[in-house]
Nanobody, 121 residues
Framework: QVQLVESGGGLVQAGGSLRLSCVASGNIFSINTMGWYRQAPGKQRELVAELPISGPTVYAGSVKGRFTISRDNAKNTVYLQMSSLKPEDTAVYSC???????????????WGQGTQVTVSS
């Protein structure tokens, strides 16, 4: 069993900052890409940022320069530092990881339950 648990969401004023964390736990053999997605009310889920174990970091154009994704491989944790937040950043943020479970030869994608980020104007 593999689980992803996010933390760090909340209410912040425009221009403020928040840091999200997501910890992967369970029967994990290895983790490839870890990332963050978000879904605002009435909109489709969109990629915010993703960070592969090797390769380039990807950011959505709307957050580039304001958000920073990082990971601590020893802790199976991915972070999203969000700065200069705007009301349009309001959404449920979910972490995502491509994980090879122990005993499996395949990678599959796992999702966290999501954490609400609300930015007031």
């Amino acid at each position: 069993q593999v689980q992803l648990v996010e933390s760090g969401g909340g209410l912040v004023q425009a221009g403020g900052s928040l840091r999200l964390s997501c910890v992967a736990s369970g029967n994990i053999f290895s983790i490839n890409t870890m990332g963050w997605y978000r879904q605002a009310p009435g909109k489709q889920r969109e990629l915010v940022a993703e960070l592969p174990i090797s390769g380039p970091t990807v950011y959505a154009g709307s957050v580039k320069g304001r958000f920073t994704i990082s990971r601590d491989n020893a802790k199976n944790t991915v972070y999203l530092q969000m700065s200069s937040l705007k009301p349009e950043d309001t959404a449920v943020y979910s972490c995502n990881a491509v994980i090879r479970p122990t005993g499996s030869v395949y990678y599959r994608t796992y999702w966290g339950q999501g954490t609400q980020v609300t930015v007031s104007s």
